[in-house]
């Protein structure tokens, strides 16, 4: 069964510093999707996106972040200048279309910032 | 935007007993409603999900039902087993524009006691 595979699996980085979190869709899926779950809590909606753009993206998702599909197959989430609340587990997911489908979350990328 | 509440928060059960736990959510647009198995460290994975055209689905020994008017919707388990101890996530999806977001409830962690 195809799945999203996330990279690097544990991110250690630096207060400050910018951090790129690689994900790889499904191939045949469209939609693309990122949230955070801080440790011991609820899942969390960061962003979609579709078609090459965002299409929706939450309160979290302020400037500091952003989204890209640089060559058709990875979808990246970049986090410029990290904060310590930026400690995280990132999942990405991705679903074939975007209403009332199941999307396939990736396992995950742990990310703490020191 | 959309809240969504999960009780309880833990749940422990004797093997072969159900389990249910229940959300709610604010936004009449709502209208997808995935449950999430999560075990530990591990990435949430779809047991089932329901659109608002339904009342009830089931599969096997899990089960979800829907209450539009209410804004409810419940998870059923019947005959649990060991194996189904894990933190479960409800959601509920509105579709904006060309995307949607997602909303997950705060978990409910269950036990299944042998």
């Known amino acids: 069964e195809p799945e999203v595979t996330q990279t690097p699996s544990h991110q250690v980085t630096q207060m400050g510093q910018e951090v790129i979190l690689r994900c790889v869709p499904i191939?045949?899926?469209?939609?693309f999707y990122w949230y955070r779950q801080i440790l011991g809590q609820k899942v969390e909606f960061l962003v979609s996106f579709y078609n090459n753009e965002i299409s929706e993206k939450s309160e979290i998702f302020d400037d500091q972040f952003s989204v890209e599909r640089p060559d058709g197959s990875n979808f990246t989430l970049k986090i410029r200048s990290t904060k310590l609340e930026d400690s995280a587990m990132y999942f990405c997911?991705?679903?074939?279309?975007?209403?009332?489908?199941?999307?396939?979350f990736g396992d995950g990328t742990r990310l703490s910032i020191l | 935007g959309e809240n969504v509440e999960q009780h309880p928060s833990t749940l422990s059960v004797q093997e072969g007993d159900s389990a249910v736990i229940k959300c709610t959510y604010s936004d009449s647009a709502s209208n997808y409603f995935p449950w999430y198995k999560q075990e530990l460290g591990k990435r949430p994975q779809l047991i089932i999900d329901?659109?608002?055209?339904?009342g009830e689905k089931k599969d096997q020994r899990i089960a979800v039902t829907l209450n539009k008017t209410a804004k409810h919707f419940s998870l059923h388990i019947t005959e649990t087993q060991p194996e189904d101890s894990a933190v479960y996530f409800c959601?509920?999806?509105?579709?904006?524009?060309?995307?949607?977001?997602?909303?997950f409830g705060t978990g409910t962690s269950l036990t299944v006691i042998p």
């Open positions: 959601a509920a999806s509105i579709r904006v524009g060309t995307g949607n977001q997602f909303y």
């Open positions: 329901i659109r608002s055209n339904v």
């Open positions: 191939s045949n899926h469209l939609y």
């Open positions: 997911a991705s679903s074939p279309q975007v209403f009332s489908q199941p999307q396939h």
